[in-house]
């Protein structure tokens, strides 16, 4: 399978060296960005604060399926708005 790594940090490269020794085509993207178009899947994993940035320098991700890895490391979780109560 062709997979592209979006971040090559902890998450990044701990998800692809093992698909790599899998047999897997890893394409591994770093901050200067990369196109994605030839993979079949395409793994986010990049610091949730990092998210925008990081996708504005690939291109190639329409019509892909993503999965998200980010996560909110070092950032304050917003909370959830109080529901209204229902009628």
């Given at each position: ?10 998450v ?9 020794s ?5 394409t ?9 178009s030839d993979?079949?899947?395409?793994v ?14 690939v ?16 950032v ?9 109560p229902?009628?």
């Open positions: 399978m062709k997979i592209a790594v979006i971040g090559r940090g902890n990044g490269g701990g998800l692809a060296d093992p698909w790599e899998a047999g897997h085509e890893v591994r993207i770093g901050r200067g960005g990369g196109d994605v993979a079949e899947v395409v986010v994993a990049v610091p949730g604060g990092a998210i925008a940035e990081a996708l504005d320098t291109h190639g991700l329409e019509g892909k399926m993503v999965i998200d890895a980010t996560n909110l490391w070092g304050a979780p917003r909370r959830a708005s109080p529901r209204a229902s009628s």
